[in-house]
């Protein structure tokens, strides 16, 4: 009983009163179309039989084209291409009701949730320059408007860098970098937590939306490899 009313919701939800009717619907008009027009559409040849002469020749078998034909039989044959078109529509639509019922794992056939994510961009880990030099010409710091004069000490990076694609980077700037790259690993560690969080939070409300239709709680295991699944197909930013 239980399992039954399982499947009809896993049906409703692959497109039980959509899906199937429509391709279904659209399956017969197409084969129906197809079948009048072509039905009506003359043949491009007929086969004749070999027969003999009255004076005894004999005429072996051959095709010629039946009398009064034409070339295209408008508008038959473009109501046959229709009927085509039609019912392949159909079958498509069938199939892919057919498809989600079976294949679809009782979460896949849940409709987007539609959350949005509240997590703050990553955190990305400071480049700190690691070769300095003395300036030749005057400079301007690529990370704030300071002028690096002639003698000044600049910094730049070493890989990739020929010199005339150097940043050139101010002594204050660089130290600033530095403490930035000091603080990155905790920052990394503190957004880690927040993306777990989120996807608690996301799974809660998945388990709460399959509950709500299905009737009874996910088991659990099936709910992690959807949440995980969810995380690693979509990315942490998606919308879904
Ligand atoms: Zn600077």
């Known amino acids: 009983m239980v399992r039954a009313r399982h499947t009809y919701i896993r049906a409703r939800l692959a497109g039980l009163y959509s899906r199937l009717p429509i391709g279904v619907g659209l399956l017969l008009i197409g084969w129906f179309v197809l079948g009048?027009?072509?039905?009506?559409i003359t043949p491009s040849s007929v086969s004749?039989?070999?027969?003999?002469?009255?004076?005894?020749?004999?005429?072996?078998p051959y095709h010629r084209r039946p009398p009064g034909s034409v070339a295209h039989d408008e508008p038959y044959q473009f109501g046959a291409l229709c009927g085509l078109?039609?019912?392949?529509?159909?079958?498509?639509s069938t199939g892919s009701f057919i498809h989600a019922l079976w294949k679809k794992s009782?979460?896949?056939?849940?409709?987007?949730i539609g959350y949005v994510s509240t997590l703050p961009p990553p955190p990305v880990k400071p480049r700190v320059p690691d070769a300095f030099a003395k300036?030749?010409?005057?400079?301007?710091?690529?990370?704030?408007?300071r002028l690096i004069s002639v003698g000044d000490r600049y910094w730049y990076f070493s890989n990739p860098a020929p010199y005339a694609?150097?940043?050139?980077?101010?002594?204050?700037?660089?130290?600033?970098?530095?403490?930035?790259?000091?603080?990155?690993?905790?920052?990394?560690i503190a957004?880690?937590?927040?993306?777990?969080?989120?996807?608690r939070r996301v799974a809660r409300i998945h388990a709460e939306q399959y509950r709500v239709v299905y009737g009874y709680d996910a088991p659990a295991e099936e709910l992690g490899v959807f949440i995980e699944g969810r995380f690693s197909r979509r990315?942490?930013?998606?919308r879904s």
């Open 106 to 112: 009782d979460f896949d056939l849940l409709p987007p």
């Open 85 to 92: 078109g039609l019912a392949i529509a159909g079958l498509i």
């Open 135 to 145: 300036s030749r010409k005057l400079w301007r710091c690529r990370r704030c408007p």
């Open 165 to 188: 694609g150097r940043e050139r980077i101010c002594p204050s700037c660089v130290s600033a970098v530095a403490t930035e790259a000091k603080r990155y690993p905790q920052e990394a």
């Open 235 to 238: 990315g942490r930013h998606g």
């Open 36 to 40: 009048v027009c072509s039905s009506n």
């Open 191 to 199: 957004y880690s937590h927040l993306v777990a969080e989120e996807q």
């Open 48 to 60: 004749v039989r070999g027969y003999y002469r009255r004076d005894g020749t004999y005429v072996s």
